[in-house]
């Protein structure tokens, strides 16, 4: 697996941006300054601990100020078992941001119509979290 990482500095919020991308199948993206948050194309690595580090590194300092509106979009195609864990822990440190005062959290889960699967992993992901959902077919 090819992965790219780049973290881009960004001067107004002194955050960095975070994009992880590999083998041209997906991305990983977390822009402070945008308000642009998300997971699209294939997750699928071999080692899911090394590849999403950088990404629970980054919402440790999100978390210490986050945008007073979140919302993450997950647009996949695919992903596997490994990296089903790791998203839970994702939306999980979204959830202990939508707790806080003053802060809203919201998903925006994408799945095509025929993908019936992807759309109940995202059901699921919905009854473990208090945060809305929103589910949106494309």
Do not use: C
Not at 40 to 53: A, D, Y
Request: hydrophobic fraction near 40%.
């Amino acid at each position: 697996i090819n992965l790219i990482l780049v973290l881009l500095e960004s001067k107004k919020f002194e955050m960095e941006k975070l994009k992880i991308e590999w083998n041209k199948e997906g991305k990983i993206i977390m822009d402070k300054e945008n308000g642009v948050f998300e997971f699209s194309g294939r997750i699928l690595p071999h080692n899911p601990k090394e590849f999403f580090e950088p990404l629970f590194n980054w919402f440790d300092e999100y978390i210490k100020n986050p945008n007073s509106s979140t919302v993450i979009t997950f647009k996949m195609d695919y992903f596997n078992t490994a990296s089903s864990k790791k998203i839970l822990d994702a939306l999980l440190v979204l959830e202990t941001i939508f707790k806080m005062d003053n802060f809203y959290v919201e998903v925006h889960w994408y799945y095509q119509e025929e993908d019936q699967d992807l759309y109940e992993a995202g059901v699921g992901y919905s009854e473990l979290v208090n945060i809305p959902f929103k589910f949106k077919n494309y």
